[in-house]
């Protein structure tokens, strides 16, 4: 986008300005008033609000300025239109700049005065909330993950939009940056430029490269990235930098900045990370910056869409016929299942694997729709920011693991939540000692009280294969960030192939009006606690057995009932016994009926999923005697 | 080690052979015997117990037998011996050559016959139940971060030894690798030697840098380690690049291999991923491997151990007089008061901060004892790994950050809690929504979840600066992982100076015959709580107030006894609704006394404290209404 003084002459229209034509590094000549706009903008901001990180913003200024007044094709009336290039910040410290740049632009209907205000869509840190940012921001590392998905998801549509994505030097530690670095390369995002807003400087003192920015460019060249170091400050030198390739491979550009630049006692200044001025001091470093009164139009451009690329028609396996009751077999079989169908009928389902796709059963999905397919590695960070990104970008993914591994990413997995995205499935597998020898490390036992506390999310495990299918093919549809559970171990078949499982409710596998206790089960457990029934019985005591596929949203009516009608629950369940199904019954229906739970404790240990069960309390029989005690 | 046939005439005392005598990559003879006698434990094991990763094994057989019985120093009567040279396996899968090693070498009171049985050590993947793994390790990418923390407390021991870690091509992935070992070469760790297994294979196929090993050489140059690219099947090049370095960097060393070599019909097959061999193949591989029936016996090496380097003595500031009741600090200054002063106690203390030092106020820390304070960066999982290492190895670390980014470390954390370690404490401050302008993305809604899912971790949570400080002390002092929460915001101080905090204990700040019901805060919570009690008391409704400052261990006695004698409990907490105090209470002594809950739901916002815990439901008036509604 080229600016220009408003006052002035526009010129040929900039849509005109072919990319070759600007390999010259033709500065605008408007760019620097522009940076000094926007730096007097993060000043006042910050100061009039008290807090915020202006120095972290001010070394940004030429890098955001050359961005959204000189290359961006955006258009300030059509805030996250996709078919214009993206910008991404990373470095949530630096939100000041980007509404500053936003405000400039016209983008803006809120004024930055009211940054930071309750309710103000200008939060401190980006947050989508305003339409311009795609997902939340700040928690450090993520933003390139998100940029991935992005990109990814304009070449599923063949929109040729480049992505920018500002991160800082200190950033970089994450490592969750060099797990993106490394899917970008692999995935010929060539549309992706990294900046590295290098002013060396973070919290406690210098960034690890603060001085050798060689370094990280050194880092993002072994991850297969193009990367130079250039001088951020230097307004030829980042338009030059930035002018468009033909290139499948990613690009870095890493720009030495001093901190607080524009402002003689902030520059290059320890003491002043997230610090607002005085009001005295914010003048007289206005009085430095001397911004023009007068700012820029630009005019609006948008990018190029190409009929997306053909695509081979699905491989489609014969119908499996459906389960019959009884018969053994995995819910994460029946998750495959489901998958795969869908993936005929949902064009947007994009599905993510974290290199265990044999495991969790993503293979057949893979194997139908591989142009849908993508394999994120053993990376799960970055194959959750990715996901989102694709989410944001009106596709539909499903991300894919082990459920212990999602440990790995619980802070995207909070971020996403956090982002609202329209739709995100995220699916646990070998869940719960029942894995058995898959060993402790792989076993999840913490991934409910994970998403138990991810606001908005939606949490389903299914007992059977059938179940798996149905709620699978759902968990596609409900809005908002799912997670769905599966086992690994087969287990039978209890339902029939037309059975509904609303989200939201629940099976009352067996009801008399002579119960005397409920047993409360899900995944893996329901066939444990139908044994248990089977002895309780025999052992005079009925008992009605309930299949709690759906955690949250909770069917408390119906567990309610089940209080109301028999001497209390007893929830039974293979996850740690703290944050899951039995807390979350305890804290909605505790209050009406007494609620026992049954869940894993102690150290994992390796055994077989029977063992382990009879070690946990889950097996049928030490549910029975758990029911007895608390039936006598 | 030098091995040799138990049979030959054991030659001069291994012990007395000089590092430098062996830069001409003198291979030990026996070598090949070894790792065809190794490979061949590895099929046995694998195929008796029908399962594990024999293949990913098989890869590395020439690289454990170089470390085992040349390279390594280390005594096999005397698991963990910290004089030792010491090896971490971070491939998780390659775990039978571990056992094989072991017991070849004598080093084993169970025959591997035992593998992976129920209550057997030797587990599939590694487990600190045995005494030769240091750490829980199998979800991939931790190894490293852990050696790290192993690494600094040698050097704080003067002991000096070197680290071996073997790793996979694929694992490298992972981000927290590179978070490891940019962390390793900016501290200098030059005792560490990571390998990597570079078999080329992971589970869906190729590893990213599979046709490309020397790529993986270039990221760890890049990130300050030297680095080279072997064949790790030549016995001759391994032993050559092993040889004991006097240097600085951190090394790395690329081992080409093949999957499953010394078989010809697994070596670099794909499709034998995690398949245990048949017992007719097991003979066939066998037959191929033609190990030798007679194994090495190996001389017992131990590591010089120097005085620890002389510290500075610690500049303690003059004691801070006690804070008042009624006085405004934040909880996170009360830990950091107690943290400092500790360090002063404490020679085995060890501070771990996440570039947040000003913040969670480590700072004192810091400043008075700057050689126990490591300035992790940003950079959190290799944070909780080091923190991890330095705990098995003697030390007691704590691990310092915001709540909010101790979620990129849960699989950390996790893997932390399951390898028992003697003492590790994690605080996390800027908790909850009190925390306000500080933006959603850094506040810690779901971190009580997170901890109270780690089985055996104790979680504390005080509620004004002396109580933050005894808990403090009490915290490193206590066994396993411990989760101290802290608090942005200044609270006033509710305690006197002498007042005992035991862990598994609560406070009943007011009580009195005739309350109507009781309110249970933990934190932040419990001033509003305080306040909350007055306008309540006005209102005619007496009210008991808890302080519920141990969430793990809860004191269920007291709870007990307030809902005997009140109506119900009403628990006030600045976390997410789910998976907090509200839940550990309700499926504690929900049975006997009626709970209600409130906590912090919705979409997070960036406002002023007040603003958010009005929004919230968490002001005294808020708490007000809802008890009201309880009592009517």
Redesign the interface.
Known sequence: MTAHHASKDPGPHPAQVSASARVDAVVDPALPATAARLRAHVLRMTTRVG?GHPTSALSAAELVSALFFQQMRWDPSEPGGRDQDRFLLSK?NATPIFWAALHEAGALDEAPEIL?Q???TL???L?P?NPWVPA??????QGLSIVNGMALANRFDGIDARLYCLLSD??C???????SA?FAA?QNLGAITALVDANGL????PA?TATQPE?LA??F????WSAEVIDGHDLHAIVRALRPLDNAQPRALIARTVKGQGVSFLAGADGWHGKALSAEECEAALAEIQAPAQGVHITPRRVPVSPPPAVAPATTNPPTPPDQRGELTATRSGFGTALARAGARCKDLIVL?G?????TKTNDFAAQHPERFI?A???E??MIGTALGLAVSGKRPCVSSFA??L??G??FL??AA?S?PPHLLVVGSHAGVSVG??????IG??DI??F?????ATLLYPSDAVSAERLTEQALEQPGLTYLRTTRVKTPVLYGPGEPFPIGGSKTLIASEQDRLTLVAAGVAVSEALDAYVQLLESGVPTRVIDAYSI?PLDVETLLRAGRETA?LLVVEDH?L???L???V??RV??QT????LG?????????PA??RR?QRLSNKAIEQAALAMAA
Not at 202 to 205: A, K, L, P, V
Not at 355 to 359: A, E, G, L
Not at 594 to 597: A, I, Y
Request: with cysteine; glycine share 16%; hydrophobic share 25%.
């Open positions: 807090s949530g930071c309750l309710d103000s939060e401190g840190h947050s909330r939340l921001t700040g928690s450090l590392g200190g950033e530690s994450e490592g969750a940056v060099w797990e490394q692999a973070q919290q406690s003192g690890p370094r050194e880092r060249r072994a991850f297969g694997d290199d265990v796709r044999h495991s394999e590695g053993i990376a960070q970055n212990a591994f440990s790995r619980y802070d909070r971020m956090n609202r020898k898959d060993r402790p490390s792989q036992l913490e009280a994970m138990r506390a991810l606001d908005g949250e209390g740690h703290n944050g899951g039995g807390d979350a305890a804290a505790g209050r007494r609620v026992f739970r894993v404790t102690g150290e994992p240990h390796y055994g077989t063992q382990l070690r």
